[in-house]
């Protein structure tokens, strides 16, 4: 299994809207794919990631984080629930040549959530799925064919500038 079988969804963002009414240190996002298709809106965290307007986002969405494309699990018939509670940064943990490199050592913020629901679209032929990653959320709207990879599941919300 190769890394790009693990990966859902992957797409580069401007970010058209940025609001911080709310909370401190949480702001959301909106933003638009590079090919105009697809549309983010995204909680971050501006403590670990500070963004702005115009700035560009690399965003993956992935079921594991190992390079290899295998799902995060200890392979001795852990469940995904009890290694997603162990936190992404434990992966390597244990393993030996925990030196190696997994896919969030690419990005600047890491989450993992759960892909929970989806919609279909404002104009009928788009889909809107919904992610919660400990109660920060994003929605991506964007047409069937680039979204289908995504189904209810655990996921790994990766971005880099």
Not at 65 to 71: E, I, K, T, V, W
Not at 119 to 145: N, V
Request: net charge negative; hydrophobic share 35%.
């Amino acid at each position: 299994m190769s890394a790009g079988d693990a990966q859902l969804f992957e797409d580069t963002f401007t970010v058209t809207e940025y609001e911080q009414s709310k909370y401190d240190r949480v702001a959301r996002l909106t933003g638009t794919s590079t090919d105009n298709q697809t549309e983010l809106k995204l909680d971050v965290n501006i403590e670990l990631f500070p963004c702005h307007v115009g700035e560009t986002l690399q965003v993956v969405l992935a079921t594991s984080l190992s390079l290899d494309g295998n799902r995060d699990e200890d392979g001795a018939g852990g469940s995904a629930a009890a290694e997603a509670a162990k936190g992404w940064r434990d992966v390597r943990a244990g393993v030996a040549g925990a030196e190696e490199s997994t896919l969030a050592d690419m990005y600047d913020y890491v989450c993992h959530g759960k892909i929970y629901k989806f919609e279909d679209g404002s104009d009928g032929q788009t889909i809107r799925a919904y992610i919660s990653f400990g109660g920060l959320l994003m929605m991506l709207e964007g047409p069937y064919k680039k979204l289908t990879p995504l189904h209810v599941e655990n996921t790994y919300l990766l971005i880099k500038k």
